[in-house]
């Protein structure tokens, strides 16, 4: 289906992963696709080199107004430049600024959404933004949390963690497919030959499996490990591929900063399976 294909999700949920995946299941490859590659096989909307390719124009020409205006012309032209789907990764919200929507509904031919426990997001957003735990968990829990611009990106829209997954997983009209971190971890095979099916793919158990190996995370810290990873903090500070396992949070957060993420957004963890059924938060 033409149009743009969004991999979308909260900061430190497993887009990355899913990009790797992606690139090693469509590319088939004898050996993993470098991690550097990414961008061949899945754009961003949050680089400003689209907009000043599409405008003609300079960064430093391009004032927030100018942006806004842009964002659905050159989603557009994100989904005109292939013939079939294109992949376009992003943390923003689904939702509006200023009035306009982040996510172009004409260019849109659906998404793909991976969840993670934000318990453990708190805890990886700390690490890689290098804060503390306790503004990692505020974070999370912020209703107007925005990542500001830096050099050749834009600001992207977060909101708290539980409006974010609600805005993609409560869209309208949106073909949606929904992934949990943990269960990309867990049960990979089921969970990315889940994948397939909604890609229309048929599902080819040698080349799932190969694509699994190739984008696992041992071989993505390797990698990141070896010859370093655009992605990453320029600073060299933190690892962009952490530790990757879900539940983390049990040695690294307080009680009390558990209650505060609970309280924030016990509701959408209960229905993506975050929380037990007496309202603990689960293993």
Known sequence: MPGILWLASFPKSGN???????????????????????????LGDNFLV???????RKEDQLSAEDIARLRPQ????????????VLVKT???????????????????????????????????????????Q????L???????????????EQVLLSW????????????????????????????????ALSGFLGLPEERKRIKRAIRFSSFRELKKQERETGFVEARPDGKAKFFREGKAGGWHTALS?????QIVEAHGETMAEFGYLKADGTPAD
């Open 140 to 154: 999370v829990c912020d209703e107007a949390h925005i990542l500001p611009s830096i050099p050749g990106q834009l």
């Open 91 to 133: 943390h923003n919200a689904c939702a509006l600024a200023d009035g306009q929507p982040l996510i172009t509904p004409a260019a849109t031919a659906g998404a793909i959404y991976v969840v993670r426990n934000p318990l453990d997001v708190a805890v990886s957003f700390a690490s890689h933004y290098q804060v503390t735990i």
């Open 255 to 259: 009680e009390d900063q558990v209650r």
């Open 135 to 138: 503004r990692g968990v505020d």
């Open 162 to 193: 539980s409006s974010h997954v609600r805005s993609w997983t409560k869209a309208p009209d949106m073909r949606l497919h929904v992934m949990r971190y943990e269960d990309m971890a867990r049960a990979p095979y089921r969970t990315f030959a």
């Open 74 to 85: 050159v989603h557009q032209w994100f989904a005109a430049s292939r013939r079939d789907t």
């Open 50 to 56: 689209h907009y000043e390719q599409f405008s003609g």
């Open 16 to 42: 990355t992963w899913l990009r790797a995946y992606l690139a090693n299941l469509f590319s088939n490859p004898a050996r993993p696709v470098p991690i550097d590659e990414l961008p061949n096989y899945v």
